[in-house]
Structures are given as structure tokens and as C-alpha cells.
């Protein structure tokens, strides 16, 4: 099975600082991976994902994330931090199941404090 | 507005009281999913519907039932409610539950069963 690892359940860096938010994950196989975000008393929001094709992924809000398969990360950073980038951040990567379906296994998240 | 709507957003109940959560979405996605997110925990699946009448268990299906009469919809049923079911809920959608296919998720909602 499955499993993704987020180093660091809590990240603090200053605004204007960058901000990189490590995910690893266990497949041999390329995945699909994600990073959502989770803003206060909200549903996940997806930031990006990686497919195939190019390993650096653009994501929303100046996000980015590099698939590495020889490190099995895919980690996720922004050059510079800003006061609304304050949020819980969950890497996954897509399981296939029996019979064609596929779910997601959510790593435990991580939450960014930016401070001013 | 393309989105998932969950039904209500924070309850509390007692212990043994039936409870249902609905959650709807307006996308026409074939998959829908219901997970729980702890503290220290991240967020765990609790069941999954490819189709309509077609359900299946997640990582953490115990104590909870569900059901997908209709594309549109997929409620959770809690029908005895126990402490350790307090938690924060989402349910999420997505084209076709395949990994190339994100999920929309829900805005939750937060139970908490005393």
C-alpha cells in the first residue's frame, strides 16, 4: 500500500522568505501526486498535480513542485511567502485499486505559519 | 457554481442518536467520497461510490454507512454515534475517481458526539 511522508507537521517562516514544504512518497511506480491546500474552516482546495510529463509542476498562487523518482519526493516551494499563504498543506499520491478505481492517500499535512 | 455542498456544517449529538450528513454536487462526477480528518492524522477514507448503487469501503468504514440512490447525491449515515466518531468530515467529487482526475472537496462539517 501506499503510504506519503510530510517532513514537518508544523513550518514557520518569515513573509517574503521561501517556503518549501517536503513530501515523500513509498511507490516504485510513478504516481499521480498532489498538494492541496486547506485555508481555516474550509474544504481541501487542489494547489497542483503531477501526471506525466515534465517533472516541475506549476501550480495556483505561485506554488511549485518538482517530481524527483529517484528521491520518490515531490516537494512542494514558493519563492516568496506571503500573510495568505497561511494554511494546511497535504501532499497525496494516487493508489490503484482492484477494479480499476484508483484513491488518494493523504500524508498527515503540514501547517504554514508565515509571519510578518 | 461548480461545487460540493455538505449539510450542516457543525453538529453535535449524543452518543446512539442516528445522524445523517448529506453532501451533494453539481458536476455530474461519477465518484464521490467521504473522508474523516483527526488531528496528527491527515485525512482518512471512509467510503467511496464509483457509480450510482455502487459503493465500497475505505481505510476506516466502521460505524458508518452510505449509500448513492442518485448521481447527485452520497449521504453519511452515522446510526449510532459513538465518541471516538468525533471528527471533521469531507465528502469530494471528482470525473472519474482515476488519479488523473482531481477532487473537489466539500467545505466539511465538524461532528462532535458526547
Known amino acids: 500500500a501506499q503510504s506519503v511522508t510530510q517532513l514537518g507537521s508544523h513550518v514557520s517562516v518569515s513573509e517574503g522568505a521561501l517556503v518549501l514544504l517536503r513530501c515523500n512518497y513509498s511507490?516504485?511506480?510513478?504516481?499521480?501526486l498532489f498538494w492541496y491546500v486547506q485555508y481555516p474552516n474550509q474544504g481541501l482546495q487542489l494547489l497542483l498535480k503531477y501526471t506525466t510529463g515534465a517533472t516541475l509542476v506549476k501550480g495556483i498562487n505561485g506554488f511549485e513542485a518538482e517530481f524527483k523518482k529517484s528521491e520518490t519526493s515531490f516537494h512542494l516551494t514558493k519563492p516568496s511567502a506571503h500573510m495568505s499563504d497561511a494554511a494546511e498543506y497535504f501532499c497525496?499520491?494516487?493508489?490503484?485499486?482492484?477494479?480499476?478505481?484508483?484513491?488518494?492517500?493523504f500524508g498527515k499535512g503540514t501547517k504554514l505559519t508565515v509571519n510578518p | 457554481e461548480a461545487q460540493v455542498t455538505q449539510n450542516p456544517r457543525y453538529l453535535i449529538t449524543v452518543t446512539g442518536k442516528k445522524l445523517t450528513v448529506t453532501c451533494s454536487q453539481n458536476m455530474n462526477h461519477e465518484y464521490m467520497s467521504w473522508y474523516r480528518q483527526d488531528p496528527g492524522l491527515g485525512l482518512r477514507q471512509i467510503y467511496y461510490s464509483m457509480n450510482v448503487e455502487v459503493t465500497d469501503k475505505g481505510d476506516v468504514p466502521e460505524g458508518y454507512k452510505v449509500s448513492r440512490k442518485e448521481k447527485r447525491n452520497f449521504p453519511l449515515i452515522l446510526e449510532s454515534p459513538s465518541p471516538n466518531q468525533t471528527s471533521l468530515y469531507f465528502c469530494?467529487?471528482?470525473?472519474?475517481?482515476?488519479?488523473?482526475?482531481?477532487?473537489?472537496f466539500g467545505n466539511g462539517t465538524r461532528l462532535t458526539v458526547t
Open positions: 497525496a499520491v494516487s493508489e490503484a485499486l482492484q477494479g480499476g478505481s484508483e484513491k488518494l492517500v
Open positions: 511507490s516504485s511506480v510513478p504516481p499521480y
Open positions: 469530494a467529487s471528482s470525473l472519474s475517481g482515476t488519479g488523473n482526475s482531481p477532487l473537489h
